[in-house]
């Protein structure tokens, strides 16, 4: 097997995966290092715990990655209205795909189908190779190569190592790069559901005093119920049967939910890291592997998503023009691109989250202040669009 490669890239999830599909056409030789494959798709299967509500920008670099014709063969679910309100408020907004004259405001879609059609979008390339299972075992970064140590024994050299590996990247962590972290109280349930209602088109999020409930629509009647809680009541939520947890959810969520049937259960810890540098000799981080933000918003893989359009094109550009285009030059204008929209993204989920978690009534009246400003016309638009990334 080929052992020297421009660009090994550690962790072949959703972004590590949609990276090597958008580096692949500028010429660079691949690989994708990764520990457990994505099983194949099976319209019988359960859906998946893990789901993401993507951008209509992260829908493009899934077209431009040839993916997305690949999800769209699977299952996923558009939706056309988005609801936040809060329940001892007067704060109510509805957003609609017509205001800002789109068909659509995202797709509603299973962590693993994205990230097993790019795998399929990646296996007709002759320059990326994906080596799995495997993990790294060490890096060696010595004269402009890193030598890399899989599990197995096998080496590889690289000129380039993209860590997308996720939020405990063993690659950022071997080549020095410190995190910015912080825990919250908080964790979130969260539920695959078959619903009686039909309610395919708008995703929902209430506000109640120990946190946000939220639904987003699956294919047919299914959907994913979030639930944020103090972290010990979620991990005790998430030990009920689905038959008692159902009922939990019935008697605790608002009345449009309807009636449910509980069919998969897993509760997640919450937390906010951003790494100190988005890069080091031979090395650079993309999604979870530089930044974890609060899931409030839905925004964590749109993020990588926005890292990995933006590393191809640094990349891509400096070999064009005959650069040393992994130099760390280069990198740091993906950085400059990158970190600080990211921290402001993180920051204003933070704000979002002490914000809506505050019961003073001080808190409240300015929550009700901020959903009732963002009901003007021209500032719910811009909403909008900054929800979409567009
Ligand atoms: C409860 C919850 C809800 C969320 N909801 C949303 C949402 O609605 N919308 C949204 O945009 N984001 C959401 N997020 C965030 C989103 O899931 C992450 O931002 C996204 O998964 C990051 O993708 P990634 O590929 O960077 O990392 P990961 O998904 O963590 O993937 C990392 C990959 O690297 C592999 N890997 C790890 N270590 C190694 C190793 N040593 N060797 C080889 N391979 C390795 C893993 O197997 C995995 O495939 C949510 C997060 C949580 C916790």
């Keep these: ?80 209205r988005m609801r936040v309100w809060e329940v001892a408020g007067f704060g109510d907004l509805t957003f609609n795909a017509d205001q800002v004259g789109v068909s659509e ?14 795998w399929q979008a990646l296996r007709p390339l002759n320059n990326v190779d994906i080596i799995c ?48 972290r912080g825990q919250y109280q908080q964790a979130c349930l969260v539920a695959s559901v078959n619903t009686q209602l039909g309610q395919q088109d708008i995703t929902w999020q209430r506000f109640v005093s120990t946190g946000p409930q939220a639904f987003l629509p699956l294919l047919g009647q299914h959907g994913s119920v979030v639930w944020y809680h103090q972290a010990d009541q979620a991990r005790q ?46 090395m650079v981080l993309i999604g979870d592997a530089a930044h974890v933000i609060n899931p409030l918003a839905g925004q964590g893989v749109n993020l990588g998503f926005q890292d990995v359009a933006s590393l191809a094109q640094v990349l891509s550009e400096a070999h064009k023009n005959g650069e040393d285009w992994s130099s760390v030059m280069v990198l740091k204008r993906y950085q400059k691109q990158r970190k600080l929209a990211n921290s402001l993204m993180l920051h204003s989920m ?33 909403v909008v669009r900054y929800a979409m990334g567009i």
């Design 105 to 118: 405001l995202g797709h509603i879609v299973e962590n693993r189908l994205v990230q097993l059609s790019l």
């Design 237 to 282: 939520l998430s030990k009920l049967s689905n038959a008692a947890l159902a009922d939990e959810i019935m008697a605790q969520f608002p009345s449009q939910l309807g009636h449910i049937e509980v069919t998969g259960k897993a509760s997640f810890g919450l937390q906010k890291q951003h790494a100190k540098s988005y890069f080091a000799p031979g």
């Design 1 to 80: 097997m080929k052992c020297d490669y421009d660009i090994v890239i550690c962790g072949g999830g959703m972004i590590g995966a949609a990276m090597a599909a958008l580096l692949a056409p500028s010429g660079f030789s691949i690989a994708v290092i990764e520990t457990q494959a994505p099983a194949e798709y099976d319209l019988s299967q359960c859906f998946d715990l893990r789901i993401s509500a993507l951008s209509p920008k992260s829908m493009q670099v899934m077209q431009q990655c040839n993916a997305w014709e690949h999800l769209s063969s699977m299952r996923m679910c558009p939706y056309k």
């Design 133 to 180: 299972p495997a993990s790294p075992s060490s890096f060696r970064h010595q004269n402009a190569h890193t030598h890399i140590t899989l599990d197995s024994g096998q080496t590889l050299t690289a000129k380039l190592v993209i860590g997308a590996d996720g939020a405990e990247s063993k690659v950022r962590q071997s080549f020095g790069v410190g995190v910015n």
């Design 350 to 382: 933070d704000a979002f989250h002490h914000g809506f978690s505050n019961v003073s009534p001080p808190a409240k009246w300015l929550r009700n202040l901020t959903l009732a400003a963002a009901k003007a016309p021209p500032l719910k638009k811009r």
